[in-house]
């Protein structure tokens, strides 16, 4: 049985790669699971999918924890242990990073057992994030080497149908460019062995005695207890103001900010917190004279390291 992980942050496609691999399978004749999983369902959350497929019936079932497969969309997850992108990873495991660093780099940083390598995209590939979906399944389904290129095809068109031909297009010479480039690892990534239920980890039960709600029942006491959650870390993208043309009316987009990251300084000037700005781009839609501009996050930090 193959199983695959497909790692990523909210808005780069993983539920939709999971599909597409998942249906580039069926077409070959495999019994195939597919499914996401949430944490927060916001743009630039960590979520992942995972792909499971057999010539015969499958009956496990919940989270892949030993993967011979893990495809990571944005390299930032990597260091997330939240993330779990480096769960389970065996010596037969593959791991996929998309990645402007060499396979070597990743190699010593990580020192996983397992063979890896990295689909090559440049910061604005990152940014463009509903192409990404369709360059990971096209990566994964060449390094099974179980998925022919029409199903692969047949697969994306199926899957994206809705949103247009000329999305699909795009879609579809992104997956094809990925297919091609790892067409010297076809095969690399082998099935994994049926796993008994024997080596399955029991569950540790706790036994909690019977108290009073007033005793038991969660109270929190302390204020402001979330600003220590420094939820801009999941951002893949950076609203920038420009003040030269920035009119100070930070009533609108701290308003439409649904995070409250946005408010006037002393002389009224709209300032962004970006510990908790999580990227949503309202104020950039909202802005009225557009002084508000999108940047991808990889290349805002590349601006303010130090030369």
């Not at 995070?259 to 104020?283: N, Q, S, T």
């Amino acid at each position: 049985m193959f199983r695959i992980r497909l790692h990523g942050r909210g808005g780069q496609g993983m539920k939709t790669a999971s599909r597409i691999l998942g249906s580039a399978f069926f077409a070959e004749g495999f019994e195939v699971q597919d499914a996401p999983r949430y944490g927060a369902e916001r743009r630039g959350a960590p979520i992942f999918a995972y792909v499971r497929a057999a010539r015969r019936p499958i009956h496990e079932r919940g989270v892949i924890r030993r993967p011979d497969l893990v495809v990571v969309a944005d390299e930032t997850l990597v260091p997330v242990a939240a993330a779990g992108v480096l769960a389970g990873l065996g010596e037969a495991s593959v791991l996929l990073i998309a990645s402007g660093e060499a396979p070597g780099v990743w190699r010593e940083r990580l020192r996983v057992p397992g063979p890896v390598l990295t689909l090559p995209v440049t910061v604005q590939e990152q940014a463009e994030l509903r192409f990404a979906g369709a360059a990971c399944a096209a990566a994964a389904a060449r390094l099974v080497g179980a998925i022919g290129r029409p199903a692969l095809e047949g697969a994306v068109r199926a899957e994206l149908a809705e949103l247009g031909e000329a999305v699909v297009a795009e879609n579809l010479e992104r997956a094809l460019a990925a297919w091609e480039a790892f067409a010297e690892q076809a095969g690399l990534v082998r099935e994994g062995p049926a796993a008994a239920a024997a080596v399955g980890e029991r569950p540790d039960w706790i036994e909690l005695p019977f108290e009073a709600a007033d005793v038991s029942a969660p109270d929190i006491y302390g204020a402001v207890t979330s600003v220590q959650v420094r939820t801009g870390l999941w951002r893949t993208m950076r609203p920038v103001i420009d003040y030269e043309r920035c009119n100070r009316c930070a009533w609108v987009c701290g308003t439409f900010c649904p995070d409250g990251a946005i408010a006037p300084d002393a002389e009224g000037w709209p300032r962004i917190d970006y510990d908790h700005c999580k990227g949503c781009l309202v104020c950039v839609a909202v802005c009225p004279p557009h002084a508000i501009r999108a940047v991808p996050e990889a290349a805002a930090a590349a601006e303010e390291a130090p030369a």
